[in-house]
């Protein structure tokens, strides 16, 4: 996997006034793979996914997808140079506009892209099918379906004009277990399929190691760690994504290294006033287990790597000798 | 599924809405009332020219004259059949509240969807022209705008509004009646319209259809206005009343309708002079005016009822 990225944002920042919701993200997204992009509500995953389809405008930054620069271009070749990008929306409910039927909401990509009716009739059939809904269902509204029905039906929008990128948006946080599984398949199998890319915003770490193939963990605007999927379960290198892997009730395989709760303290600062410095430093438990050093309050640690696991902490090399040393564990013989 | 399945899944879907409908008027006796009251107006209005008695003939000998098996509402200070009058009068009502409402609305939605949809700066700058025109009493503002257009438009006109002013004279002041109304009646609407599409366009379903490529008018025709219809209509339950009253007070103050056309306004006008000795000239238009406009609100609380999203939930998942 060292082709041309489809996606690439460099230093890409959003800002509301204040609030700094996406602060400095570069990434890339290679062909075929699932990167998976998680952190806790509010960290501005949603902000950032929305940003990287230029939904929402970048403060600062570029981003170019399939070899095309994205920022910066007029609303009408924007259009043209995003089509082969898509989404799938959180919220089901709100997804779907509730006086359009079936077939005309998963037809409309098409309407727009001037389809024909017969064949656009055609087509959402076979869209239908795909995600396992019958095509008998065009007629209906949305309101007749359940929220998984309604998640497949947005998926067959994101479909339907043949995309090679698609961002998922929390597409199971509305949905039952039971159903978000079934979402799941549903989304590895249309990958397989259709050679898919996916951004997959959640903040379901279960779900993540299932279907990612690698991880970005974000903070307060920022992607603090990000790596190959088993890599960063098993060896995370940035104290915040331990915190976050430690908080997962029961993980089968996490047996590597976390095996107590690391309790997070205090809710994560307002994106209005990122912390000086290190920008977890606040809440990092690892600052406090090495008497807190001076650096993490005196310079924004970069992301770097071996190889390619990157992680934005000063002592990033320290996390996995400190997790293992079992004076500092204290709870751990009643976590395992 | 076939072309035949889906005519008739759409005729059950009308049937069935229908007898909803029916059922919603049967459980509100006030609103049945209502209907059926509208609707005689609205029949009375229509039959006018088939009335026993013509509006405008005159008859001296018989001037004031009381309620009588002849003229069952009397007649008036020239003689003049009072039912005959009260009936064109409603052609006339009914006429400048619905065209009026038409204009309003329209505006109403223009200005509110390019306020929402635009943001930023030109939102600012059309809301605050709507704030200011709120600021103003919209009689008051009724009536300078009325009077304008009398100024302009009674007289010899020349040029570019010679036309205007031709159309004014044939409708008998109607035009301008319409215009004013019209032209201030929008402000109401295009605060309602502008919250619902302010509230609507960072819908995930509009990004949806942005990112598949649609142009904004795209968007504001298949999504935005779709969904604004029940606020539309329930901002058209408001603006109805409010121009049958705003007719009948600038009729009433002589800058509505011009004499002989008879509209309940200029009714109340001419029966107000004479109160003391002919009551019966003043209450007849009154009561048709009262009776109307709670008519017509009894009609608008049902439907706003109705379309209330947290209402109609709660019953659809009942059913």
């Known amino acids: 996997m060292t082709d041309t990225p489809l996606l690439q944002a460099r230093d890409l920042h959003v800002r509301f006034n204040a609030v700094r919701a996406v602060d400095g993200v570069s990434l890339d997204v290679q062909p075929g793979e699932t990167l998976a992009i998680v952190g806790e509500s509010g960290c501005g995953k949603t902000t950032l996914g929305r940003a990287l389809a230029m939904l929402q405008k970048p403060s600062i930054g570029s981003i170019s997808f399939a070899g095309t620069e994205l920022t910066g271009l007029s609303a009408r070749r924007l259009r043209a140079a995003r089509r082969q990008l898509q989404m799938v929306f959180q919220d089901p409910y709100a997804s779907l506009d509730p006086r359009q039927r079936v077939g005309d909401i998963v037809g409309e990509p098409l309407l727009i892209a001037g389809m024909a009716k017969a064949a656009r009739q055609k087509k959402v059939a076979e869209l239908l099918d795909m995600v396992g809904l019958g095509a008998d269902m065009a007629m209906r509204f949305p309101r007749e379906f359940s929220g998984g029905q309604r998640q497949r039906i947005g998926i067959a929008r994101a479909l339907a004009i043949e995309p090679k990128l698609i961002i998922c948006d929390e597409p199971l946080s509305a949905l039952d277990v039971s159903i978000q599984a079934q979402i799941v398949n549903l989304l590895i199998d249309l990958q397989r399929r259709f050679r898919l890319t996916y951004v997959f915003i959640s903040h379901d770490l279960a779900v993540v190691r299932q279907m990612a193939s690698r991880v970005a963990v974000m903070y307060l605007g920022r992607i603090v760690e990000l790596a190959e999927t088993e890599a960063l379960f098993q060896a995370p290198r940035h104290p915040y994504t331990v915190a976050l892997l430690s908080a997962v009730p029961t993980l089968a395989g996490t047996e590597g290294l976390v095996k107590e709760e690391i309790l997070l303290t205090g809710d994560p600062p307002s994106p209005a006033r990122v912390p000086l410095g290190c920008r977890f430093h606040t809440r990092c438990w690892l600052r406090k287990k090495l008497d807190d050093p001076s650096q993490c309050l005196a310079s924004e640690p970069k992301a770097e790597g071996q190889g390619r696991h990157f992680a934005a902490c000063h002592f990033a090399d320290k996390v996995a000798s400190v997790m293992r040393a079992p004076s500092l564990l204290r709870k751990s013989q009643g976590a395992a | ?319």
């Open chain 2, 1 to 319: 599924m076939t072309a035949l399945d889906v005519a008739t899944s759409d005729r059950i879907g009308v049937v069935h809405g229908l007898k909803r409908l029916w059922a919603f008027v049967r459980r509100n006796p006030a609103l049945a009332v209502s209907l059926a009251f509208l609707l005689a107006v609205f029949l009375f209005a229509l039959l006018s020219p088939f009335l026993p008695h013509d509006a405008y003939r005159q008859n001296v000998l018989a001037r004031n004259a009381g309620p009588s098996l002849k003229n069952w509402l009397g007649t008036d200070e020239l003689g003049r059949d009072v039912l005959a009058r009260l009936a064109v009068g409603a052609r006339v009502s009914l006429t400048v509240a619905v065209a009026s409402t038409v204009i309003a609305v329209a505006i109403g939605v223009l200005v509110g969807t390019i306020a929402a949809y635009a943001g930023g700066f030109i939102d600012n700058v059309i809301m605050r022209f709507v704030d200011s025109m709120y600021a103003f009493p919209d009689t008051l503002f009724a009536i300078l705008f009325a009077a304008l257009v009398k100024g302009q438009l009674g007289g010899e006109a020349s040029g570019l509004l010679a036309p205007l002013a031709e159309a004014y004279r044939l409708s008998g002041g109607l035009l301008g009646v319409l215009l004013t109304l019209g032209l201030t009646g929008w402000v109401t609407t295009s605060r309602l319209v502008r919250a619902q599409v302010l509230s609507l366009k960072h819908a995930e379903y509009v990004l949806a259809c942005r990112l598949a490529g649609a142009s904004d008018s795209f968007i504001i025709r298949k999504h935005l206005l779709p969904n604004t219809m029940p606020v539309i209509l329930i901002a058209v339950t408001f603006v109805v009343p409010n121009a049958i009253l705003l007719e009948a007070g600038l009729s009433f103050l002589g800058v509505g309708v011009d004499p002989p056309t008879p509209s309940w306004g200029t009714m109340i006008a001419t029966g107000a002079q004479s109160l003391q000795s002919y009551p019966h000239l003043l209450v007849a238009p009154t009561l048709a005016i009262g009776l109307t406009l709670l008519a017509l609100n009894v009609v608008g609380d049902a439907l706003r009822d109705l379309l209330d999203p947290a209402v109609s939930a709660s019953r659809g998942a009942a059913t």
